[in-house]
T-cell receptor, first 112, second 117 residues
């Protein structure tokens, strides 16, 4: 069965600094990988996804993630943090396009 | 883009009563919908998979008689929390995947915050 581990429940960066949120996965088949963002008392919004093809995927709001099979990782990055990026971020994995399993989440704080 | 509407966004009920939460796919058809539960500062836990026209598939540890799921049409799934108790207070989120061929990501509703007093 698939699973996701997000390293760091809380990440704090200064505005303009690099954002790096870590995600490692476990899957018995080639996985589909996702990053979602959640603002308080709201549902999840898809940032980006990897299915097949190019391993570096670009998403909304300037985020991107790279699928590294050898490292079973799918870390999320953004070159320059903005105050509006403060939110909870979830990495997720899906096998064969079925149900999705989420990581524990990483709360991103952006300091002015 | 695909929109999933969840209603109500918040509800307060008394212990022992039942609460129904609706999840609708507004501009696409969804043969499968998923129900998640999220505790404060925690991740989403899959409760059940709702299949149109058939019984839902519940995750281990989720009481099917307490959390009734009905998926009567390709655009609507409902979750009813029966005889609610304070420990059922949580944030419930539904998601849906379109029926189109090929890969399609999950689209999430905005969640329902349930408070049982």
């Amino acid at each position: 069965a698939q699973s996701v581990t997000q390293l760091g429940s809380h990440v704090s960066v200064s505005e303009g600094a690099l954002v790096l949120l870590r995600c490692n996965y476990s899957s018995s088949v080639p996985p589909y990988l996702f990053w979602y963002v959640q603002y308080p008392n709201q549902g999840l919004q898809l940032l980006l996804k990897y299915t097949t093809g190019a391993t570096l995927v670009k998403g909304i709001n300037g985020f991107e993630a790279e699928f590294k099979k050898s490292e079973t990782s799918f870390h999320l990055t953004k070159p320059s943090a903005h105050m509006s990026d403060a939110a909870e971020y979830f990495c997720a994995v899906s096998e064969n396009n079925n149900d999705m399993r989420f990581g524990a989440g990483t709360r991103l704080t952006v300091k002015p | 883009g695909a929109v999933v509407s969840q209603h109500p966004s918040w509800v307060i009920c008394k212990s022992g009563t039942s609460v129904k939460i609706e999840c609708r796919s507004l501009d696409f058809q969804a043969t499968t919908m998923f129900w998640y539960r999220q505790f404060p500062k925690q991740s989403l836990m899959l409760m059940a998979t709702s299949n149109e026209g058939s019984k839902a598939t519940y995750e281990q540890g989720v009481e099917k008689d307490k959390f009734l799921i009905n998926h009567a049409s390709l655009t609507l799934s409902t979750l009813t929390v029966t005889s609610a108790h304070p420990e059922d207070s949580s944030f419930y989120i539904c998601s849906a995947r379109s029926t189109g061929g090929g890969f399609s990501p999950l689209h999430f509703g905005n969640g329902t915050r349930l408070t049982v007093t």
